[in-house]
Every structure is written in structure tokens, then in C-alpha cells.
């Protein structure tokens, strides 16, 4: 083992408590649960179409994914472009 | 008696609305005031009805065809009714093939509500009065949560099959397949895989066989829609590695994109709860999501509406109209057009940030449905009024889901107990390595 001395081995208890509670919680009370609405309703959508344009470069980050990635959370609404009236 | 019950918080939660734009028809200035597109667009002709009331039932009695009794149910575990007097057979005539409701949901424009669907009328009592034919009396329906009663004279039995305003009669009902023994066996399981840290007096009071057998009011909606997202992207160009030892780490460097997509899409059968307070899946403050969570039903096979499928089972009044479940269907639509969208932008992978969206309702069809779930609930005291705990099985598919109270110093002293056993032995390598 290393100098430092593995002293993240520390957190392991901590973690394991929450990480413990919070799934039994869960499986008691399936708060996280709701219809998969996205995926159980019949939906037949035309081929998908788009442009895409390179914009910039990132150099040198040790973020793993671009910054405020929602491409998998559906329901978290971004600013809605409304249809214009006149 | 008055019909008064507190007023309902605004529906929110995973996928509910989240700001409710006023109700059509209220608009404060005089139309012909204003410029043309907006007064066509405020004069355009109301939705669309289509009939789905049957006139044959208008008395309230819904007849056996061959004998003409009115003992009728419907047999368990299929979609039949059948005569108790006669023992004749038949099928309730199905909604989908009657109004087409399956059919043209790329061509729908406008807003298309079944009759069940439209509003309720604000002075609508709940009670509903017959007059039996059979002996003269008078038979009372409370249409808040019953749509059968029986003529204690003469034994006649009443069904409200009358499409009245109040919104208590919906278009369409699908019949329970589920039986009780089913349920039952299904609750008792679910509860008997979370024994160890349940609510000990929850344990002490379960009692399956209590379940209930209850139609809940839902709109079935179909759509067709387009749907527009922006953002931005990155796709990964380098990754490296500086420094060494502990310190090493990894760097990245990535191309950003600007990314936008359309989608024109129809939904078919999007069930949206139509009573506010099952809609409100906030739960911190209660446990319908778990009613939310065993959909979807196989709402093709719902039958026209005919109370008879309803005897003896109670039901619970939709009191949320079209225009009051418009967000919500549009909060879920857009939710459905980010999941369409999602597998066209696979090639980065970092990952997308989308940052606007866009949504073109271009018509929406209406129907009132009541959808069968077996309920068994549990009232956990506490501050607030406490908590509501449900286990809900799906009258159809059997799905079944649940919220079960937990007792918290149990859960704590286990979650305590297996973080001290795993910090004493990090502690036993830690001592061992250095
Ligand atoms: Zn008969
Ligand atoms: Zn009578």
C-alpha cells in the first residue's frame, strides 16, 4: 500500500452506513419509483432530425462529462421555447 | 349534506406540472378588442365532443338482453357481464373499435374529448335520484364514490350508465381481471420481503384480506406532437495522464457541439390521473406514486362505459378537466420527446446538456377512463396528519407496488452496526499496511 496510507480506506464506514440506509429506505418505501412513461407508452416518432456545429475545445479537464449533463434526465424541464403567438 | 373538502394543493413531483396557465375562457379583456390572430385563436370553436353516452340506459337500468333483469355483474376474472337471473353471457361493446378510438392519431388537430372527458359542472351534486320503475321509489347514488345502488323495495339495481354533467361519469371502464385471493396473496408478498425494519404496529394491524377493490378515474390521451431541444455537446479528443504516484490523474480534452433536434411523434393511451389528489405525486408528502407506478393498463381492451361492471365495487370522482391536465401532459410529452431524442446523440460521449425546448401540441384526443387497482392502505400517525401508505396491485396485469413505514431506529442501528463492522476492518488493513 502507498505512503499516505490508503487513508480513504477511512470513509468506507460512513459510506456503508448511508449507502445502507438510504437502499433499505428505498426498497420500504420505493419513493423513487414512479410509471415509466417515457418507455410504456406506445410512441411512434418520425426519423429524428438536427444539426450540429463545432463550437469550441475543451482542453485539459478532469471533468468525465460535459458540465450540467441531462442528455438522461427527461424529466428535469430546461427553458421552454414558447410557440410565438403572432 | 354540503359536498365541501379542503382545498387541494397544486399538483408536483415527478412529472406533474409545475405552473398551472389559467383556464381557457377566462380571458379578462374583450376579444374583438384584440388583433385578429390572437381574438381567431380565443373564438376558435370549443373542443370537439364525440357522444359516448347510450341512450338505453338513460334510466338508470341496465337490463339483461335476454330476460330483462337488472341482476346483473360482471364475471370475475374475465370482461363478461353476466345475468344472475338467467345466467346469460355477454361482452361489453369495447370503446376503441366504437368511437375509433385507436385510429388517426397522426391526423388529430385540435383538442378531441370524449363526452366523459369534458367539464364538470360546477354546481353538479354528487347524489343522484331514480325513480324505480319496478315499485315507484326513490333510489339515491352517491356518485362520489358509488355508481350502483339497489331499490331496497323491490330489489332492482341502479346504475348511473347517464352521462351527467358533474364528470362522474366517465367514457370507458376497464373491468377487473385481478380477484381478490390474487390481491391478497400479492400484498402478503410484497409486505413479507420487508419484515425486518417494517413499522412494528404496521406488522401488528396488516391484514391483506381488507384490500379494497376500487375504479380510479384517469384520462386516457392520445397526441400528435412535434418536439424541438438545443444545447450543447462534447466528444472526447485526448485523455492523459500528469503527474505520478497518488497524485496522478487524468485530463481530458474534448470537442464542444452546438446540438439541436427535432422530433415529430404520436403517443397512443398516455394515462394521466384525473383526481388532483392521486395526481400529486409529491412524496414527501404521500405515497400515490406508488398508484402512478403500477401503470401502465391494457387500456385497449376497456369496454364502453355500463355500470354494471361497477357493482359492489366502489370509485373515486375525477374532479380535474381537460385544461387543468394540459401541463401535465405537456411536461410528459416533452419527457418523452428527451427520451426519443436520446439515442441520436449516442456518438457523444461525454455526455449533452440541453438547454431549451421547444413543444407543438398539434391536437390531443380525450378519454375518461376508469382503470381497476386494488388498494390496501395503512395511516401511519404523525406530524402533518402523518402518512398514507399504500400497496396497490394492478386490477389487470397484477403489478403490484408498495410503501411500506419503516421503523427508523431500526434501520439506523443496522445502517450503524454494518458502517462500524466496515470501519473496523478498513482500520484492521489500515494497521496492517503501514
Ligand atoms: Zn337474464
Ligand atoms: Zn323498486
Given amino acids: 500500500m502507498s505512503h499516505d496510507g490508503g487513508m480513504w480506506l477511512l470513509a468506507i464506514g460512513p459510506a456503508g452506513a448511508a449507502g445502507l440506509y438510504w437502499g433499505l429506505y428505498r426498497y420500504y418505501r420505493n419513493t423513487d419509483k414512479s410509471h415509466d412513461f417515457e418507455h410504456e407508452t406506445a410512441v411512434e416518432a418520425k426519423p429524428i432530425t438536427g444539426s450540429e456545429k463545432k463550437v469550441g475545445e475543451v482542453k485539459g479537464t478532469q471533468e468525465t462529462r460535459i458540465d450540467g449533463d441531462n442528455v438522461a434526465a427527461y424529466r428535469k424541464r430546461v427553458q421552454r421555447i414558447q410557440d410565438n403567438t403572432s | ?434
Fill in chain 2, 1 to 434: 349534506m354540503p359536498n365541501t373538502s379542503p382545498p387541494i394543493p397544486p399538483p408536483t413531483g415527478p412529472g406533474s406540472p409545475q405552473d398551472v396557465p389559467p383556464p381557457a375562457g377566462s380571458f379578462p379583456i374583450d376579444p374583438s378588442t384584440l388583433p385578429p390572430p390572437i381574438r381567431d385563436e380565443l373564438q376558435a370553436p370549443d373542443p370537439v365532443a364525440i357522444n359516448t353516452s347510450a341512450a338505453e340506459l338513460k334510466d338508470g337500468l341496465n337490463r339483461c338482453p335476454k330476460c330483462g333483469s337488472t341482476e346483473i355483474k360482471q364475471k370475475p376474472g374475465t370482461d363478461l357481464l353476466i345475468c344472475l337471473y338467467c345466467r346469460n353471457e355477454w361482452h361489453g361493446e369495447g370503446v376503441e373499435e366504437a368511437f375509433g378510438l385507436g385510429e388517426g392519431i397522426d391526423q388529430l388537430t385540435g383538442t378531441v374529448m370524449a363526452s366523459g372527458a369534458r367539464d364538470i359542472a360546477a354546481d353538479a351534486a354528487s347524489m343522484m335520484t331514480f325513480k324505480c320503475p319496478g315499485c315507484g321509489a326513490e333510489v339515491t347514488v352517491n356518485t362520489a364514490n358509488a355508481m350502483t345502488a339497489r331499490c331496497h323495495w323491490c330489489r332492482h339495481v341502479f346504475g348511473v350508465n347517464e352521462q351527467v354533467p358533474n364528470g362522474a361519469v366517465p367514457d370507458a371502464v376497464l373491468p377487473f381481471h385481478i380477484k381478490k385471493d390474487d390481491a391478497v396473496a400479492r400484498i402478503r408478498q410484497f409486505v413479507d420481503k420487508r419484515q425486518l425494519f417494517a413499522l412494528k404496529e404496521f406488522k401488528e394491524q396488516f391484514t391483506p384480506e381488507n384490500v379494497v377493490a376500487v375504479y380510479l378515474p384517469y384520462m386516457i390521451v392520445d397526441g400528435n406532437v412535434s418536439a424541438d431541444v438545443a444545447g450543447h455537446a462534447e466528444i472526447e479528443t485526448r485523455r492523459y495522464e500528469s503527474g505520478s504516484g497518488d497524485d496522478k490523474k487524468t485530463y481530458y480534452d474534448a470537442d464542444v457541439y452546438q446540438v439541436d433536434r427535432h422530433v415529430d411523434f404520436t403517443v397512443d393511451d398516455l394515462p394521466l390521473e384525473s383526481s388532483a389528489e392521486r395526481g400529486n405525486l409529491d412524496t414527501r408528502t404521500n405515497t400515490n406514486n406508488i398508484i402512478n407506478t403500477i401503470l401502465p393498463f391494457d387500456t385497449k381492451n376497456a369496454v364502453k362505459w355500463n355500470a354494471s361492471y361497477l357493482a359492489g365495487i366502489s370509485s373515486e370522482k375525477r374532479d380535474l378537466d381537460v385544461e387543468k391536465l394540459r401541463p401535465h401532459l405537456e411536461d410528459e410529452l416533452l419527457s418523452i420527446a428527451r427520451a426519443q431524442v436520446q439515442k441520436s446523440v449516442g456518438r457523444y460521449d461525454r455526455g449533452v446538456r440541453w438547454e431549451q425546448e421547444h413543444l407543438s401540441v398539434h391536437g390531443t384526443r380525450w378519454v375518461a377512463m376508469y382503470l381497476p387497482v386494488w388498494l390496501y392502505s395503512y395511516h401511519q400517525p404523525g406530524p402533518n396528519g402523518g402518512m398514507l401508505h399504500y400497496i396497490a396491485v394492478n386490477g389487470r396485469t397484477g403489478k403490484t407496488m408498495g410503501s411500506v413505514p419503516v421503523q427508523h431506529w431500526k434501520l439506523l442501528a443496522a445502517a450503524l452496526t454494518v458502517g462500524t463492522f466496515l470501519e473496523v476492518i478498513s482500520l484492521f488493513f489500515l494497521r496492517h499496511s503501514s
